[in-house]
């Protein structure tokens, strides 16, 4: 006897998450809400910021780390897949 089993994995596209952190022209560290499973797209103002070690972030796990603390009034939101 042979038994299959199926595993349904579901990923949800987590759109213009707002990070959590205080835009407060010296806070450079942000944390997204939830744990990303694919890259991240995060946006600055709208525009796509570039990330890497000498670049606008990094990210390691939930946390977003800005080379340039964001100015007071930025708007930062993230986009991601989750499970």
Same mark, same amino acid.
């Given at each position: 006897?042979?038994?299959?089993?199926?595993q349904?994995?579901?990923?949800?596209?987590i759109?213009?998450?707002?990070?959590? /952190? !205080?835009?407060? /022209?010296?806070?450079?560290?942000?944390?997204?809400?939830?744990?990303? *499973?694919?890259?991240?797209?995060?946006?600055?103002? /709208?525009?796509?910021?570039?990330?890497g070690?000498?670049? !606008?972030?990094?990210?390691? /796990?939930?946390?977003?780390?800005?080379?340039?603390?964001?100015k *007071?009034g930025?708007?930062?939101?993230?986009?991601?897949?989750?499970?």
């Amino acid at each position: 006897m042979v038994v299959h089993s199926t595993q349904i994995i579901t990923f949800v596209w987590i759109a213009n998450d707002i990070l959590i /952190g !205080d835009v407060d /022209g010296i806070n450079k560290d942000f944390q997204l809400n939830y744990s990303p *499973i694919s890259e991240v797209i995060i946006r600055l103002n /709208g525009l796509v910021a570039v990330p890497g070690d000498d670049k !606008d972030y990094t990210i390691h /796990g939930t946390l977003v780390s800005f080379s340039k603390a964001p100015k *007071i009034g930025n708007e930062i939101v993230a986009s991601y897949f989750r499970q």
